[in-house]
């Protein structure tokens, strides 16, 4: 029984890092992108939204180049930990069966 589950959470891991290795090689940094707001870089609570909206980004980016998932112009490490509190706040309602 073990090894049943074992070896269903390493395909499932397995497809996890494909499917994100693949997306990684979307990921594009255009110097339009750094122009949204220079004079205003986006803060913790931006970082918080931009976090907790990655599914409906992450969706709306397939069908449009407009829609960014991480804000270029951030103020950087406040930002950073906003975004992954709102990513983290996504996963940590999963339950596990």
Do not use: Q
Request: glycine residues 12%.
């Amino acid at each position: 029984m073990n090894g049943n589950i074992n070896i269903k959470l390493m395909k499932k891991l397995t497809l996890i890092i494909v499917i994100t290795i693949l997306l990684m090689g979307c990921a594009d940094v255009s110097p339009e992108m750094l122009e949204c707001a220079p004079d205003d870089p986006y803060g913790f609570l931006s970082g918080l939204w931009h976090g907790m909206t990655v599914p409906f980004s992450f969706f709306g980016r397939l069908f449009s180049d407009d829609i960014a998932i991480y804000a270029i112009n951030n103020n950087g490490k406040w930002y950073d930990f906003g975004f992954w509190l709102g990513v983290g706040g996504l996963v940590s309602g999963i339950k596990k069966t």
